[in-house]
């Protein structure tokens, strides 16, 4: 049942307490509750998702993160020094689903060398691709699209699941002119742009169709699927929302391992604790988990000391490594010579509302998508001069650093298409109110190299011959400006894919740094685990639903979870 008073809620003490009901918490909270005979609490600090129409059509999601407004954190970084000092708005969901309520429902899993790369940082090969395939299976339902074409030659059924929760589906309306040009392209230019049938294959270069987390033409959230109508009965299932964790309380320290009493949380201005019996679990996200963590005395112990927060627990590593992916969308795109656009609908009231009551009485029509068709996926040349300094970031040759979205025709005659590129880094630092983030974007010669090269690449897709006489010219053009000027432009118009990683991460047990054991428990402590994006060791080469609400949770449950 989901609260919105906690005087409703049966009472404090449950077998195991979940803070933060996003990608996921929400698969625990479901896959933990099968068992009847545990009582679970699932505490979010956001607002109901009911009825918000903005997280259910799926082409209005950019309105939510759109910010300031109450489905917002509302969050800017720090100055960032690779872009210009500009403090960015940094985009995380206060809406029950977490950022699976209001993302782009893009689904990519990475590639298997993604998860390879885990499984030998974590020592554990448990983590390792072929390990959780069967996980992501667990998860996913694959469903057909909205509007129920033909997918023959669109994806691999080898590589997908019918019987999972999370609903995932192809592009649910068509533009075929679009369509046909981007396939056209990995005709003309097979070894640059190959056709990939699925880039969720483990193997994501080349240009693949796109995939979402959207079913019947709605949006296929942790909210809308792990706690649907199906599960949210469940007696021994509660999920209170407007409750803000604030920390953990009552630190006991027995033989230098730390158990805590309880986790404290506001609503309406008054404090409770609620104390699990069993565990603990933390997934409020990449900002909000080492935030809590930190605010209980779980850090760097000379940083919190300083601060005047008691140390309980010295975890360097907490709150350090944050990664994210650049993104340089919307910022620039090509007007093109065609009528199949979405500008009709966007400028004109009449065309949009016809649109839109076509989605209200049958969940078809352009809103089914959020706008693109298909992920282009490609590596910077081996020989690039970067990596006569730089060691190559990705986890290996069949891992791409660069993406560019293949986005329909869209806002007055621009087709569109953006680019982000893998691996930025650093630190969502020590606790303050509200919290400091600091991704450190473009911070790295590689980063503005691999910018540089994404723009370069996107120019280059569309000088296949079948653009010819679609693409009327860049809105801005990129590739005559000199590389300092583009390398300015970069920094002035880089902003975040709303991908953060690793501010919790895992390492191997032995390891002298990370938050967290491949089990998941918190490394010093007992009956505490934190299960969300933030345990990721290293950002897979994807947008990161996939890899939080899918593999790592339902794996710690299925495998790991003897304490349970
Ligand atoms: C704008 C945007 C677009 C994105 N697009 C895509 C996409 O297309 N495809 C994709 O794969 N990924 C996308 N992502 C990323 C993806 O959604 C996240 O990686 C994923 O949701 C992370 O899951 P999580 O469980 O770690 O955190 P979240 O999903 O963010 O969930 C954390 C939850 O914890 C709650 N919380 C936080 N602090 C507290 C607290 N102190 N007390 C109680 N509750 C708390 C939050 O309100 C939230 O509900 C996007 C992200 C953003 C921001």
Redesign the pocket.
């Known amino acids: 049942k989901i609260y919105e008073d906690v005087s409703d809620l049966p009472g404090l003490d449950y077998d195991f307490v979940i ?8 698969v625990v909270a479901n896959r933990l509750t099968e068992n009847p005979s545990f009582s679970v609490l699932v ?4 607002v109901s998702n009911e009825g918000v129409i903005d997280s259910i059509v799926p082409f209005f ?1 950019r309105n ?2 759109a910010g300031p407004n109450i489905y917002e ?1 509302n969050y800017t970084t720090t100055p960032q020094v690779g872009l210009n000092n500009r403090s960015i708005p ?19 899993r990475g590639s298997a060398e993604d998860y390879n790369r885990w499984a030998d940082v974590a020592k554990d090969p448990g983590w390792s691709w072929d390990s959780l395939l069967p996980y992501f299976f667990k998860n996913e339902k694959w469903t057909p699209p909205a509007d129920n074409h033909d997918t023959r030659g669109e994806f691999n059924p080898a590589v997908h699941s019918t019987h999972g929760i999370n609903s995932v589906s192809l592009s649910g309306s068509r533009w075929p002119i679009f369509e046909n040009q981007v396939i056209q392209t990995t005709r003309e230019f097979p070894k640059e742009f190959p056709f990939n049938l699925d880039y969720n294959s483990g193997e994501p270069l080349g240009v693949g169709w796109l995939q ?2 959207i079913g019947g033409g709605k949006r296929s959230s ?1 909210a809308t699927s792990y706690l649907g109508p199906k599960f949210i009965q469940r007696p021994n299932l509660h999920v209170l929302l407007h ?4 920390r953990l309380v009552r630190p006991q320290t027995t033989k230098g391992v730390v158990t805590f009493g309880g986790v404290e ?1 506001s609503q309406g201005g008054s404090l409770f604790t609620a104390k699990a019996t069993k565990e603990m679990i933390l ?7 080492p ?2 963590l930190l605010h209980s005395g779980v850090g760097d112990k000379k940083a919190l000391t300083a601060l005047g927060i008691t140390s309980v627990l010295d975890l360097p590593s907490v709150g350090q490594n944050a990664t994210d992916q650049p993104a340089t969308f919307n910022a620039w795109s090509w007007s093109v010579n065609s009528t199949q656009t979405l500008d009709p609908i966007e400028r004109n009231a009449t065309l949009f509302n016809e649109a839109y009551a076509q989605w209200n009485a049958t969940h078809t029509g352009p809103f089914t998508n ?1 706008g693109a068709t298909h992920i282009a996926w490609t590596r910077l040349d081996a020989n690039s001069t970067i990596f006569e300094t730089v060691t190559d970031p990705a986890a290996g040759p069949k891992t791409p650093h660069i993406e560019i979205l293949l986005v329909w025709p869209w806002f007055r005659e621009f087709h569109y298409l953006w680019d982000d590129y893998a691996h930025s880094d650093q630190s969502a630092r020590i606790p303050s109110t509200p919290p400091l983030i600091d991704p450190g974007f473009l911070a790295t010669d590689f980063d503005l190299f691999a910018a540089r090269e994404s723009i370069k690449r996107a120019f280059r897709f569309v000088e296949a011959p079948v653009w010819k006489d679609y693409i009327i010219a860049p809105t801005v053009n990129l590739l005559n400006m000199s590389t300092d000027a583009l390398d300015e432009f970069i920094r002035n118009i880089t902003s ?6 690793s501010t919790a991460a895992m390492s191997a047990k032995d390891a002298s740094y990370g938050v967290v054991n491949p089990d998941l428990l918190v490394k010093g402590a007992r009956g505490l685990r934190i ?4 345990i990721i060791p290293f950002i897979p080469s ?8 899918g593999p790592d949770t339902s794996d710690y449950l299925a495998h790991r979870g003897t304490a349970l």
């Open positions: 803070v933060g009901a996003g990608a996921a918490g929400n505490l979010e600090a956001g999601w939510l993160s954190w940094y985009s995380r969901a206060h809406i029950l689903g977490g950022c699976t309520s209001h993302n782009t429902m893009i689904y990519t979402s987390t942790s409750a803000q964790v604030s949380f997934s409020a996200g990449s900002i909000g988990t935030a809590i959020f975040s894919a709303g991908h953060m990683t299960i969300d994006a933030s994807a947008h990161t639903q996939a890899a939080t609400g």
